[in-house]
């Protein structure tokens, strides 16, 4: 059976949105390269998903999935990605990161 990764409306809106904060609060020069960035986090998530460790989600983050992975496209950021799982089919509610107060007590180590 295929792997299928699969984002919640909200994560779409969300990676979408991201596109414009990166931009509009210069982490990147050209809105192209923030569109690329979030390309990239997306390839990552979906050819690691399987792959990575599955850490158990904190109970405050539960609502957004039972299990999360890290994800690292550069040095300084590391992406927490929540989701739930059925077989081979990953459904991804939420990504934060470890700039993010909340993220404090996940692991950050890849």
Sequence with gaps: MEKVVI???EMEFY?????????YNDYFSYKENAENYVLKL?????????????????KKFQNYGKKY???SITQRTSWF???????????????T???????KELHSNP
């Design 42 to 58: 997306k390839n990552e998530i979906e050819s690691v998903i399987s792959l990575k460790k599955h850490w158990t989600a904190p």
């Design 69 to 71: 992975i890290v994800v």
């Design 97 to 103: 990161n470890n700039h993010i107060e909340e993220s």
């Design 81 to 95: 990605v929540f989701f739930d799982q059925k077989a081979n089919r990953y459904l991804i509610q939420y990504i």
């Design 15 to 23: 990676l979408n949105d991201l596109i414009d904060i990166l931009f």
């Design 7 to 9: 984002y919640s409306k």
